[in-house]
C-alpha cells in the first residue's frame, strides 16, 4: 500500500518561497516518476511539476518554470517542491502523486498517477 503524505502549506505572502515535501511510504519509491499537481477553487487539477524516477529529468509547468523546483531523496522516500517568487495566482491545494508504472518517464497528465496525498493548502496573499 502507498502512502503519500504532503506537508509545508501555509499563509504566504508575494514574493515569498515555500517549500513542500511529501513523504512516501510503501515499496520501490525509486522505482517512479513523481509529481506534483494543484487545485484552485472552482477550478481542475493542474499540473505542476513532476521527476523521473532516479532524478535525472524534470518538467514543469509554463506558469512555474523559473520559479518551482522539483527534487527527491529516494534514500528517504520523499519529494520536495520549492517554491519562489510566490504569487496569487499560486494560490491552490497542492497534491503529490505517484506514477501508475515503474517507468521513469517525466509526465504531466493526472492519469498517469495512481496515487494522490490528500493535499496541503498554500495561500498567496497579495
Known amino acids: 500500500q502507498v502512502q503519500l503524505v504532503e506537508s509545508g502549506g501555509g499563509l504566504v505572502q508575494t514574493g515569498d518561497s515555500r517549500r513542500l515535501s511529501c513523504a512516501a511510504s510503501g515499496r520501490a519509491f525509486s522505482s517512479y516518476a513523481m509529481g506534483w499537481f494543484r487545485q484552485a477553487p472552482g477550478k481542475e487539477r493542474d499540473f505542476v511539476a513532476a521527476?523521473?524516477?532516479?532524478?535525472?529529468?524534470?518538467n514543469y509547468a509554463d506558469s512555474v518554470k523559473g520559479r518551482f523546483t522539483i527534487s527527491r531523496d529516494n534514500a528517504k522516500n520523499t519529494v520536495t517542491l520549492q517554491m519562489a517568487s510566490l504569487k496569487p495566482e499560486d494560490t491552490a491545494v497542492y497534491y503529490c502523486?505517484?506514477?501508475?508504472?515503474?517507468?521513469?518517464?517525466?509526465?504531466?497528465?493526472?492519469?498517469?498517477?495512481?496515487?494522490w496525498g490528500q493535499g496541503t493548502q498554500v495561500t498567496v496573499s497579495s
Open positions: 521527476i523521473s524516477a532516479n532524478g535525472g529529468d524534470t
Open positions: 502523486a505517484r506514477a501508475r508504472f515503474p517507468t521513469g518517464q517525466v509526465m504531466g497528465v493526472m492519469s498517469a498517477y495512481s496515487y
